[in-house]
């Protein structure tokens, strides 16, 4: 049996390397963060994915996994090294490839024996032809070190459920020998493994996550166009979900995509098109659609508020979806900046989001720990995450709680009928506005 490293313990890494040890492989998991290693040597994830602490433990308890800082002495005894680390976006858009290229530095330096390197971060194409290369240039030890691109396709929230259950396994080799063993330490999984090249192995992650980004903008221009044609989004997306060539799923309107993936990736293939001469328009649509989308939400609000200046806002969920503590990207961010920097009060409520959030803004947002605080005697409401807490608010606490009940919902979690003739004003994206009163100017004397 293959001794496993995994470097990185993020989302990507961490997930890929637990779920490796339950299917019973022997993993260790190297981080360069002491804090992380010390958390998961206890059993205790440092992220919050649901099942993972489980995991963890499990598998801790029966030796199949490990976590250590020691890069050194766990890649010199590796037979295979998985690279999760982070690709985030340069300022140009171009994904910025320093994380992957420090490990590959690190493994170049410290293995002693043959091994195989795949690279799990999502990386722009030809990056694992490159990377073998830098690799065989730094070794050390007269061994032959191969490149593997392994692109990870689970989606945060879901995380653990999407590596047990993956729709497919993309391995991308270029000799023979490397694809055998990689389809072999995924044969416990039972899911469909694809081989084929290096590079197309590399855009079928870009493709698959910027077509889910095309998706998420069409719908979401579609909707603007229902809101000035009178028509109502949820009716048209249901009808378009029963043709199977389009699908169920990414057909929710609302203030746009957001997270650590979508638009980073792609920005990063729009970035790389065009420093190869080809643009590629329906990305750039996708991008452009998103960007404006996110303010949505306050658009709206101004044609009732000419200023949101001493005002008392609720903003319900942080986080860029539900199910994740991960706020890159998420749309509050921009949005709750714009409000405070216009002098709103925040008032703002996340189920497990809210950690994080106070590390962007420590002092000048109250955080609430129930949703009924945060909308007590609000002037109006904003919902930026769609958790199954905030879907399940009554009508009546708005009307309870608030001072007056205008409600703008970035993420349409409520029917609208259900919330018409309550005598609230309700806002949401590509549907009728449910407008039942109208504000009192406040009387200065
Ligand atoms: N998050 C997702 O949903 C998702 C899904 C699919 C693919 N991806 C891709 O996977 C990659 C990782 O994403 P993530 O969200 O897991 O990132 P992350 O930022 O959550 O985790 C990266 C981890 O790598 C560690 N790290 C950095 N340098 C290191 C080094 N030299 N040695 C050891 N550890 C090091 C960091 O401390 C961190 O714990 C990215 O390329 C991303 O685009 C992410």
Known sequence: MENITV????????????CLAEMGHKVTCVDYVREKIELL???ISPIYEPQLDNLIVNNLESGNIKFTTDYKNTYSQSDIIFIGVGTPENEDGSANLNFVYTVARQIAESVTQDCIVVIKSTVPI?????L???IQQHLKCDVKVEVASNPEFLAQGTAVKDTLNASRIIVGAESEHVKTILTDVYKPFNQPILTMDRRSAEMVKYASNDFLALKISF????ANLCEVVGADIENVTKGMSYDDRIGQKFLNA????GGSCFPKDTKALHWLSEEEGYVLRTVKAAIEVNEKQKFKLIKKARKDFSSFEGLKIAVLGLTFKPGTDDLREAPSIPNIRLLLNEGATIHAYDPVGTENFQKIHPNNITYATTVEDALENADMCFIFTEWEEIKNIEPDTFLREMKTPFIYDGRNCFNIYDLQGKGINY????????KEFTRQPEITY
Request: charged fraction near 20%; hydrophobic fraction near 25%.
């Open 7 to 18: 470097a990185g313990t993020g989302y990507v890494g961490l997930v890929t390397g637990v």
């Open 41 to 43: 040597e206890q059993g």
């Open 126 to 130: 030809g990056t694992n032809d490159r």
């Open 132 to 134: 073998e290369e830098y």
């Open 219 to 222: 719908v979401n221009d579609i």
């Open 254 to 257: 609302g203030i746009g995509y």
């Open 427 to 434: 806002y949401s994206i590509g549907r009728p506005d449910i």
